[in-house]
């Protein structure tokens, strides 16, 4: 029997590839003669860089750029085997995860590490960006990045403003690069966000409060995000409307921010790796499809990555199997997304942390019960 292994991330405890490792050893011991592939994948968040560069083996580079909070850190993205593509995941230089909780600052934040490892890889040679945005720390519209590429943005006094969310109010004028490094090369984002820049479902509302923005500070960045758009509007940059593109406000604002100083092209995440990956060929010689993330629940049904995954498996009758941390979706939609079972990898009450840190024996062992019992049934 032939095997496909395709999870995403088990967030804070398990990366494509561990759950990949994980899922094998488990399928081993239950059925010993299978054929298994492994296929780590993402929808644009963290294991983005490491999923990618693995399946086109390809390198990494290391690149000293700044955290979220303008500290000094080295970062990497990645190069496809074949040196034409790059790959950079925005949370390895903005990420939250790059700050402590007590860190969190929405309004004082920037992108401008992963501006750094844009330009880094862009003087390299390379023709193709592809950018995983999720995990983000920031809400500053992306004007971090754009400024380590080159743009200027400017008060009223002409004054620089610094590159973050409590800037973006005080906008008054927007200046490009005289010799852009993106020239020429082709931008490509993944996110499965489908925010618009700004309003009751835009970046400040909906994903500030996480990264620790209050009430007010939310109201604030909401409107120096819609200022953002009238400026950019009205300016040299002379693109409009981009603000209410779905992922105009993913990671804080950094995909308009991309789609306006950049010219990059959005693509739903978990559908653009799949590609990259090569999925369609591998689906080719599958015969059951063994999946898993750490929350399935209802957005797990409305495009995402394990519903992408079920998109493709049934034309071609592949039976798809899917292990989560938390199984918070009701059956019925469950079976209607096409998964043929699905299961928690937890067979008690446990805290978070221990739930976290027993994640790998978990998953190898709901494994072996999910292929036992596959096997078991066919006969």
Request: hydrophobic share 40%; with cysteine.
């Amino acid at each position: 029997m032939n095997i496909l292994l395709a999870p995403d991330k088990f967030r804070g405890s398990l990366t494509a590839t561990k759950a990949c490792q994980a899922m094998t050893e488990g399928i081993r011991e239950a059925y010993p003669e299978a054929h298994i592939v492994a296929l780590p994948l993402s929808d644009g968040g963290e294991g983005f860089l490491e999923t990618l560069v693995e399946a086109t083996q390809g390198t990494y580079h290391e690149v000293s750029c700044h955290d979220p909070l303008m500290r000094p850190i080295t970062a990497r993205w990645g190069e496809s085997g074949d040196g034409t593509t790059a790959f950079i995941e925005m949370a390895t230089a903005s990420g939250l995860a790059l700050l402590q909780p007590e860190e969190y600052q929405a309004s004082q934040t920037t992108t401008y590490g992963t501006g750094e490892l844009m330009r880094a890889a862009m003087v390299s040679g390379i023709k193709k960006l592809v950018l995983g945005i999720g995990g983000s720390a920031t809400t500053d519209g992306g004007i971090g990045m754009a400024q380590a590429l080159g743009w200027n943005f400017c008060d009223s006094d002409g004054r620089t403003m610094p590159p973050v969310g409590a800037s973006l109010p005080s906008i008054h004028s927007i200046h490009p690069p005289e010799q852009p490094a993106y020239a020429g090369v082709e931008i490509v984002v993944a996110s499965d966000v489908t925010a618009p820049l700004f309003g009751p479902e835009g970046a400040a509302f909906v994903y500030s409060p996480q990264k620790g923005a209050g009430t007010q500070e939310v109201e604030n960045l909401d409107a120096g995000l819609q200022h953002l758009a009238g400026v950019v509007s009205r300016t040299s940059v002379g693109i409009s409307s981009l603000e209410n593109k779905p992922g105009a406000g993913a990671a804080g604002g950094l995909g308009f921010g991309l789609m306006a100083f950049c010219g990059a092209h959005l693509r739903p995440g978990a559908e653009l790796v799949m590609e990259l990956v090569g999925l369609d060929l591998l689906l080719k010689k599958a015969e059951l499809i063994l999946t898993g993330e750490g929350k399935l629940d209802t957005q797990s049904l409305q495009g995402k990555l394990i519903g992408r995954l079920c998109d493709k498996a049934k034309p071609r009758n592949i039976p798809v199997l899917a292990l989560c941390g938390t199984l918070a979706a009701p059956p019925t939609e469950l079976r209607k997304l096409g998964l043929s079972y699905a299961t928690s990898i937890l067979t008690g009450p446990v805290d978070l942390p221990t739930a976290l840190r027993t994640a790998y024996e978990r998953l190898r062992e709901a494994s072996f019960w999910a292929i036992h019992w596959y096997v078991t049934q066919k006969k």
